[in-house]
């Protein structure tokens, strides 16, 4: 087993490969490039200090783009932070738009939760800002306190949050989409000057053709740039802040799981290539491919590592710069800008998000509950107070001179005592009883179940306690490689836990396995004679020997009436069992396998040992919480 253990398993057998779960793509990137984002705002800080000429002098550089007679020219600062920046909020709104079609908030009652949290997380730290600075012509930038730096902050929270649940990060990542949505309406309605409509109106309308066009299969990506950044021009002359066009884009783009229909026609397609290789029939191959996942998907993966680990960092080298010394530092930390930016972070962000999860669940007598404990909602709540890259893009939209560099000190300030109250609220939670810690991190809210047949003791084929607390859902194909190796690990997990309850479900991928089919049906005959899980271990165990003599022989060893199988596998007996799996598969958007579910919730990722048991311990953990035992 130390092979099982030693290297988590992640690859699984289908038409195209799975791709891992944007969410979960999203947030391990975040992860990685919050240090890339710590450090170019260091290097920033660094070089403002050591030569502040320069700096400036870099980034008021005048960088033209022309064509004839016609064209656009801003400083390089400009083009970081309404250029490239509309690449970051468009993959926030892919992944806003992925959560809305495939994630947590397809259950629409899930929407009002992050709604709240995320409205009153904005409006609490706007109305600290605009208390400290009550009577000051600083008022007009409390912009610069209200919205969550969402790669900084979940980045961050990876880092010092430790303890908290999965389920958090999903949550918070709806609660800053939410957050972003008001912080860029603010940018348009607060701090844009000398509005013009018809470049608004023809900006709306090149982003509905060009989105209108990718649904229906017409455009191609070269098509949606030109139309993508013609957009972008049109809304930098309507005096509204271009970055819009990104974050709209994104939610207009639709996510979905990749179809069986299209799966088989890429199979088809590669089939035809491999006959004939030539370069039409390439084409074709590599256009079925790409189509079978959804536009969402693709531009996710295309455009995201370049937001989190170079536009984003690059953002922060051009805008963290900030001269510091003592003197400034004791005028800063006195100013009304910084100590309203401050103390709306610190203080308004967690009461805002909390409070607001609060008033929904007693607005809806606990109907809608937060998806994890009081002490996940405030450690979730305190990192929101990272306020890097919007609060930076607003406090330069707000601020000149000295007043910007006291804004930035309130910014980089919030994002240290932020992450330190994070910290902090994670690390009481271990000096709680096991009990109320659970509860404290976990909740009672009901976990939103992606299984779309629930198991049936009567029908499913089962290994463990009738009545186990967890239980795992493995939709396999017998000849799939990837199920062979999960299968010593699901073994294991069976002999060290008791109280797990195994289902095994048919997905035989036939446009790929050409004996999985048959494979499927000789367990269903095994099955009639009782002897379902003896057939399953020898099919795993023999995954490139199952030709139908194969099969027979198997049979033979393990005690079948021979005849009777035969009979059955030549009459396909099993055939409808397996399609009703299948059914089930489709159902719950399963296109892949082996695919895993605890407890009705889909598992993405490896599937190894650890892994498996980590995912077992949860789900035991969170039954415990909900039953009060």
């Known amino acids: 087993m130390s092979a099982v253990e030693a290297a988590p398993y992640t690859g699984r057998t289908a038409w195209v490969r799975n791709l891992e779960t944007p969410l979960r793509s999203f947030l391990s990137t975040e992860t990685g ?31 033209s783009i022309r064509i004839g007679g016609h064209g656009v020219t801003h400083d390089l600062q400009y083009w970081i932070n309404s250029g ?4 970051f909020f468009f993959v926030v709104g892919l992944e806003a738009r992925r959560e809305f079609d495939m994630g947590e908030l397809r259950d629409r009652r899930r929407l009002a939760l992050p709604a709240a949290a995320g409205a009153a997380g904005m409006l609490v730290p706007a109305a600290i800002f605009l208390a400290i600075n009550a009577g000051k012509s600083s008022a007009h930038g409390w912009g610069a306190a209200i919205s969550t730096d969402t790669a900084f902050a979940l980045g961050m929270l990876a880092l010092v949050g430790k303890r908290f649940p999965q389920r958090l990060r999903a949550f918070m990542l709806t609660v800053s989409v939410v957050d972003d949505l008001l912080a860029l309406l603010v940018i348009a309605i607060a701090y844009s000057a000398h509005v013009r409509a018809w470049p608004i109106v023809l900006a709306l309308v ?20 030109i139309l993508g950044v013609a957009a972008w021009i049109a809304l930098t002359t309507s005096g509204v802040d271009p970055i819009v066009v990104g974050l709209a884009i994104g939610l207009l783009t639709p996510a979905a799981p990749a179809a069986r229909g299209d799966l088989e026609r890429a199979t088809d397609l590669f089939r035809l290539f491999r006959e004939q290789p ?46 510091v010394d003592a003197r400034f530092l004791g005028r800063a930390f006195s100013s009304a800008i910084t100590l309203g930016i401050l103390f709306g972070y610190v203080a308004g962000k967690p009461l805002g998000i909390v409070g607001g999860g609060y008033l929904v669940g007693k607005a ?77 991190l976990l909740g009672t809210g009901e976990p939103l179940v992606d299984l779309a047949v629930p198991v049936d003791p009567d029908r499913d084929h089962f290994r463990g306690p009738v009545d186990a607390p967890v239980t795992l859902v493995e939709y396999g194909d017998f000849q799939c490689p990837f199920c062979g190796m999960a299968e010593p690990a699901v073994r294991e997990l069976l002999r060290d836990f008791g109280d797990v309850r195994y289902v095994w479900r048919h997905l035989p991928l036939n446009d790929v396995h050409a004996n999985a089919q048959l494979a499927a049906e000789a367990s269903e005959a095994a099955a009639a004679q009782g002897r379902f899980w003896e057939m399953y271990d020898v099919l795993l165990a023999h995954q490139d020997h199952l030709a139908p003599a194969d099969l027979i022989g198997y049979a033979e060893r393990i005690g079948l009436d021979v005849d009777r199988f035969t009979a059955d596998v030549e009459n396909h007996a099993g055939s409808a069992r397996v399609a009703e799996d299948v059914d089930g598969a489709d159902l719950s958007g399963v296109s892949g396998t082996p695919t895993f579910f605890v407890n009705g919730r889909r598992h993405y990722g490896a599937y190894d040992l650890e892994t498996l048991k980590r995912l077992v311990r949860g789900a035991r953990a969170r039954v415990a919480v909900t039953s009060g035992s």
């Open 33 to 63: 490039s919050a240090a890339v984002l710590l450090g170019a705002a260091v290097a920033a800080l660094v070089w403002v200090n050591v030569d502040a000429a320069s700096y400036e002098r870099v980034w008021s550089s005048t960088l």
């Open 84 to 87: 490239l920046m509309t690449l």
């Open 206 to 225: 090149l982003v509905l053709v060009m989105v209108g066009s990718v649904r229906a299969k017409i455009a191609r990506g070269l098509t949606c740039a």
């Open 278 to 323: 030539t370069p039409e029939l390439a084409r074709d191959a590599r256009i079925g491919v790409t189509t079978a996942i959804s536009p969402n998907e693709r531009l996710q993966q295309l455009f995201h590592p370049w937001t989190s680990y170079v536009i984003v960092p690059l953002f922060a080298l051009a805008n963290a710069g900030v001269a």
């Open 364 to 440: 809806t007598r606990g109907r809608v509950r937060p998806p994890v404990g009081w002490a996940s909602l405030a450690g979730g709540g305190a990192i929101a107070g990272i306020g890097f890259t919007v609060s930076l893009l607003i406090g330069s939209l707000a601020f000149r001179g000295q007043q910007l560099a006291e804004a930035k000190i309130g910014v980089l300030s919030a994002a240290l005592f932020s992450s330190l109250a994070t910290w902090l609220v994670f690390r009481a939670t271990t000096f709680l009883p096991r009990r109320l810690r659970l509860r404290a």
